[in-house]
């Protein structure tokens, strides 16, 4: 029997030191992970490389599609060195941010950025070190700001800074991102995540330099992308809620209902949707979760989320296999409780007014009325399988399409299992393989039934406008 998930949410892993040979990577495929993902802050260019390789041996291996996600690192904002090493800030403090190299102490440091400096404005809050010190600022001229100390604390050489309150001047991708982004699109990788996302402009940008080659996800990061929400989602192909970032530059309390906000346009617009960070963090040292953390994975699939997401757990944490085994079950038993499919039901979206979500919506409700075992898209670009996955039907969808890169790609996406084969020839062949793949893949047996949704004429992307009920025949 070929390898098929019990789950339709996601599990994207992040690749470290602690996930660098290959075994690892066929342990955390086994334990249930559907993405792997490369942040470039971490990695270099022949790193890169060589996991994108192991993934692909590992596809042969295992039959399956794998996505491989490359994470840009975006502009990373730090103030300059200290004498000393560091420097203890006191709370009521003035603190000076300024352009002078030299080493600072307790009154001032370097800010290497002038954009930021001439960006900056009175009331403006300053974090560094992800918020453990907090000013904000009193005065603000074009190449100096002076703060007020609101949370005392040390501050140490490089250390990153947090501008919540401020739109900076900067694009979303720095020259290291372009070289990094190049060299991924050379190897091969099937999804960009975009740190750093102010604006729609910072998406189009990527896109633009991607050239279809991968599927642009956005980052939703920071306060300024909370303010464009709606702009930014519509012009990407996925969406990251990140939500350690988010919690850093804004009031923690509010960070649940943006999860949920973004999940609900995500799925509105028929776009997948991950929600990343601290999910199980504590077994990074421990090999057992919190009750907490259990339940914060279960919130996010309970939501309907496309994938979850593990970071240090599996890059650098100790436990990276069980990590994954335990988002695994978290997931399974979450789809398996009887409330599941009741609030997964009362989130759908009303469909567009197009032929091809009509045909969705559809099949959806065909396949639910008659119990049919399976929802079956045939699908070049991936649009077909995507449609039927907005609206999240109890029966699994199985994605049929001639193109590795699409079914690479839909291997992030809510319930879709996808399988490679050559398009089909006409109706009755779209018809005929579709119940021999489903019932190999374990979808359906001898005398049950499906439904097959397609676009003809076949191989036109995104040209949904027919569906068929087949049985599977001994």
Wanted: with cysteine; net charge neutral; charged share 25%.
């Amino acid at each position: 029997m070929p390898m098929r998930r019990l789950r339709r949410c996601k599990i994207v892993a992040t690749l470290g030191p602690a996930t660098a040979q290959r075994s690892a990577l066929a342990d955390l495929f086994r334990a249930g992970a559907d993405v792997f993902r490369v942040n470039m802050s971490h990695a270099s260019h022949d790193d890169m490389r060589e996991r994108v390789h192991m993934i692909r041996s590992l596809e042969q291996e295992f039959g399956r599609p794998i996505a491989i996600m490359l994470d840009l690192q975006g502009p990373k904002l730090r103030i300059g060195s200290l004498k000393g090493g560091s420097v203890q800030l006191t709370r009521g403090a003035h603190f000076v941010f300024d352009q002078d190299s030299t080493p600072g102490d307790a009154t001032r440091v370097q800010l290497p950025h002038p954009e930021i400096l001439s960006a900056l404005q009175p009331g403006h809050a300053v974090l560094i070190d992800d918020g453990k010190v907090r000013l904000h600022v009193v005065e603000a001229y074009p190449k100096k700001a002076v703060a007020l100390v609101d949370v005392s604390g040390t501050i140490s050489n490089r250390k990153g800074l947090s501008l919540p309150d401020t739109e900076i001047p900067l694009s979303s991708m720095t020259e290291k991102d372009r070289a990094d982004l190049n060299a991924g699109l050379d190897a091969g990788v099937d999804w960009i995540a975009v740190s750093f996302v102010q604006r729609a402009e910072d998406v189009a940008e990527v896109k633009k330099a991607v050239r279809g080659r991968a599927l642009v996800m956005a980052k939703i990061e920071k306060p300024q992308a909370i303010s464009r929400l709606e702009e930014i989602m519509e012009i990407s192909d996925g969406f990251m809620v990140a939500r350690g970032d988010l919690g850093v530059e804004m009031p923690l309390e509010k960070v649940p209902g943006l999860q949920k906000r973004i999940s609900r346009i995500a799925r509105r617009l028929g776009r997948p949707v991950v929600v990343a960070t601290q999910m199980l963090e504590s077994m990074i040292s421990l090999p057992v979760p919190t009750r907490a953390e259990v339940s914060d994975v279960a919130t996010a699939v309970f939501e309907g989320a496309d994938a979850i997401m593990l970071s240090a757990e599996s890059a650098s944490g100790q436990y990276p296999i069980e990590t994954v085994a335990t988002m695994n079950r978290i997931a399974e038993e979450v789809e398996r409780d009887p409330f599941y499919r009741q609030i997964i039901n009362a989130q759908r979206a009303v469909p567009d007014p197009t032929g091809a979500d009509a045909i969705a919506s559809a099949a959806r409700n065909i396949a639910e009325t008659l119990d049919l075992k399976a929802v079956v898209a045939w699908t070049a670009s991936g649009s077909t399988a995507l449609r039927i996955a907005r609206e999240r039907p109890d029966p699994p969808i199985l994605a049929l399409t001639p193109n590795r890169e699409t079914a690479r790609r839909l291997a992030i996406v809510w319930g879709v299992h996808s399988v490679i084969t050559e398009d089909a020839h006409d109706v009755d062949d779209m018809a005929d393989r579709a119940t021999i793949i489903a019932r190999k893949e374990g979808f359906a047996s001898a005398g049950e039934r499906i439904i097959v949704v397609a676009g003809v004429p076949f191989g036109s992307p995104g040209a949904t406008n027919m569906v068929r009920i087949a049985y599977v025949e001994n």
